[in-house]
């Protein structure tokens, strides 16, 4: 059974920083893809940062600059540095892999982010 534990959320004032972290444990197979997503109330979920195996990192405009998707592939685990935090980041974090030859896709629980004076 695979399992993604995400850690590392919470509450910070505009401009503060928070690290992210999404462990991936069980028979998860060779990780194509680690990233992290986010919804709002009321909102989508949105691409926040991806990273391939390779190391290539893709960001969506509004937070490029700010946060900084990382791995660790001995310890199957991605990063996510958020950093000049401003209230419109305020979300749930999901982290997302994509494993294994059929690129099947786990999500963590969600950990809450919430930026505010």
């Known amino acids: 059974q695979v399992q993604l534990v995400e850690s590392g959320g919470g509450l910070v004032q505009p401009g503060g920083s928070l690290r992210l972290s999404c462990a991936a444990s069980g028979s998860i197979g060779s990780i194509k893809v680690m990233g992290w997503y986010r919804q709002a109330p009321g909102n989508q979920r949105e691409l926040v940062a991806a990273i391939i195996s390779g190391g290539r990192t893709n960001y969506a405009d509004s937070v490029k600059g700010r946060f900084t998707i990382s791995r660790d592939n001995a310890e199957n685990t991605v990063y996510l540095q958020l950093n000049s935090l401003k209230p419109e980041d305020t979300a749930v974090y999901y982290c997302?892999?994509?494993?294994?030859?059929?690129?099947?896709?786990?999500w963590g629980q969600g950990t809450q982010v919430t930026v505010s004076s």
């Open positions: 997302n892999v994509a494993a294994g030859p059929s690129w099947k896709t786990y």
